[in-house]
């Protein structure tokens, strides 16, 4: 069965307290074992995923959706040089399209699965807001749907408008979800939770529950 290894997770911790390119380079060959077991484990996510996705290209492989570890420092004020996780993205449109997808970040203590369209810019948001307020019924089914609300607790919230979007009035039925500027939901695992044997399926189980959502959101930016 295939996990992330606690070996992953310990490197993950000792770069988080040793994040500089002279530490890194001391340890290139196990942050290559690591990365080589976050790919084994996107492998067996996406094999999964094409199940329940159809959306999803057929030759995706891991390496497309294995994230880079080297941060752009260029407009932060953190010049940490390397991330403190390994992220997995998979989406229907392709790597570096904008559009609906998943995502799984690997890191100690932190590790979540995730879904939805983080911040669709300008035309995305519109037709989205636009399909909320036609069709909000269908959107509602699934959020409000016992499983999905068990498992993510709705959307996430933080980033939001605090008054009504341009176009809409405050009394729409469904403001508190066209105000939203980011349709995405996560939910958090334990370590212990993606060492076991079955880390592959809890993973999956999210995203077979995000699938829903990414079908509305596709169909909205049509």
Known sequence: MITIKKDTFAFLEELIANNDRTWFLENKIRYEVSKKNIEDF???????????????????TAKQCVMR???????????SPYKNNFGISIAARGKGNNGEGYYIHIAP???FVAGGYFMPQGEHLKAIRQEIDYNAKDLIKIIENKEFKDYFLGFNQDLKLKTTPKGYDADNPSINLLKLKSFTVSHSYTDDELMSDGAVEKVLKGLKLIHPLNVFLA???L
């Open 69 to 79: 570890i080297y941060r752009d420092v260029r407009f932060s004020k953190d010049k």
């Open 219 to 221: 169909q909205a930016i």
């Open 42 to 60: 996107a492998d067996e996510i996406i094999k999964g995923l094409l199940k329940i996705d159809s959306s999803i290209s057929k030759v995706i």
């Open 109 to 111: 203590n932190s590790s």
